[in-house]
């Protein structure tokens, strides 16, 4: 496991600093760039006791479990802001951490002057990363030149701004996860010390094999909330699943980024455009995730067909199991350049589907991954408040609509 191999006991393992993951497209809860094959995130002993007992025809579907790792905040005398991994650090050895961490490699603007409604400025503690370290973070996630267009409604606000204070290109990178970043550390910021230590989970990066991921996140099931929310979180869930297609279809649109080669952009959506969709308009995005700007990607179709209903068979099975508010994964690269159409070095053999398209055989890069199981309840669960029988027959009509629409989307319906 990456954050716990056995080493010599005197050897120091190196710090991490760990940079925002550039392809969250949905989600609360930010994620980090560990390694380039990893990634973590804030550990919640649910999903760490699923990830401990998962079942073994799940595992195709879902990251790598690596480990875990301590994680704590860093504050320089200019007040920047890093989070720094500590695979080897022990709560009582916090404050001997090595203070040598490049200072070039990452700079996190603490402060930045923002105007209030009252046409007065007033100074908010975001959390911001130079647009330098954004640049060079995206380009070696993507590579190549490219932009993201989005329609999200809060980069009114800049997200970014420069070392300089100056706002950068607006909508240059995927701005749900840096969303989500700033959100994170501005937490962490006012709640904790620096020497608080946090515990991370480390999985697989699931898009790391991919040169331009294009990436779709959907939320799964008719029921969003776990046995132990409050009854008004709750009612809060109840009532966006009864105004969306999650009860109508079983699933809704959480997020989304599709590589457009006519335009070398990124296009996303948000979770807010998701819970908006009518059935016909959950249809229409299913049917833009899979356009590149120039044609319909009619070779991936039958792949991630394929891929649904190996895991709905999988999750038929799975009795006691509810995967409330977890998410779907469907995952292709938008690249489609001969030469980037090796077969995929991880995971199963299956992940190689051979397509048959318009311009003759090739080889798909595609996959589909379960992601986020906090409030994922099963039999044995050390966090288990109920245990239902049978299978998750929500997961399940979402998952029985969702292979209905590509199908219809195949058949030209």
């Known amino acids: 496991m990456v954050g716990q191999s056995p080493r010599d006991p005197g050897e120091s393992r190196p710090a991490v600093l760990l940079e925002p993951f550039v392809h969250q497209v949905g989600g609360h809860m930010s994620m980090m760039k560990y390694d380039e094959h990893t990634v973590c995130k804030p550990l919640v002993s649910q999903e760490l006791s699923f990830y401990e007992s998962l079942p073994l025809a799940m595992r ?46 990452v700079t996190i603007w603490h402060k930045c002057t923002w105007a209030a409604s009252t046409g007065t400025s007033t100074e908010h503690t975001l959390v911001k990363w130079s647009h330098t370290q954004l640049t060079k973070t995206f380009k070696d996630s993507c590579p190549g030149k490219m932009l993201l267009r989005t329609d999200l409604p809060y980069c009114t606000d800049s997200l970014l701004e420069d070392a300089n204070g100056n706002q950068p290109e607006r909508n240059s990178y995927n701005p749900w996860g840096l969303h989500c970043h700033r959100q994170h550390l501005n937490r962490m910021s006012s709640k904790h010390n620096e020497n608080k230590l946090h515990q991370f989970l480390l999985l697989e990066n699931v898009v790391s094999k991919y040169n331009y991921p294009c990436i779709l996140d959907l939320k799964m099931g008719t029921r969003q909330h776990g046995d132990d929310a409050s009854e008004e979180k709750k009612a809060r869930h109840i009532k966006k699943c009864e105004q969306s297609t999650s009860a109508s279809l079983g699933v809704r649109i959480c997020g989304m980024q599709v590589y457009q080669v006519d335009s070398g952009h990124f296009l996303c959506k948000d979770k807010y455009y998701g819970r908006k969709l009518s059935p016909e308009g959950f249809r229409q995005t299913l049917r833009q995730f899979l356009c590149n700007g120039n044609h319909l990607r009619t070779d991936l179709l039958e792949p991630i067909v394929l891929r649904l209903r190996a895991l709905l068979s999988v999750i038929r099975k799975q009795s006691s199991y509810r995967f409330y508010s977890s998410s779907l994964l469907i995952i292709y690269d938008g690249q489609e350049h001969k030469e980037n159409m090796a077969p995929l070095d991880n995971h199963l053999h299956f992940q190689r589907t051979n397509c048959t398209t318009s311009h003759g055989t090739s080889h798909c890069r595609v996959d ?34 969702l292979i209905k629409i590509l199908q219809n989307i195949s058949e030209g319906k």
Request: aromatic fraction near 8%; glycine fraction near 8%; include cysteine.
């Open 368 to 401: 589909v991954r379960m992601i986020d199981f906090a409030h994922t309840t099963f039999k044995g669960s050390k966090c288990n408040h109920t245990t239902y029988d049978g299978p998750d027959h929500g997961y399940i009509f979402g998952l029985e609509n």
């Open 60 to 105: 195709q579907f879902t990251p790598q479990y690596k480990g875990i790792v301590s994680v704590h905040l860093k504050k320089d005398s200019l007040g920047n802001l890093t989070l720094i991994a500590s695979p080897s650090l022990q709560p009582e050895s916090c404050t001997r951490l090595d203070n040598t961490i490049s200072s070039s490699s």
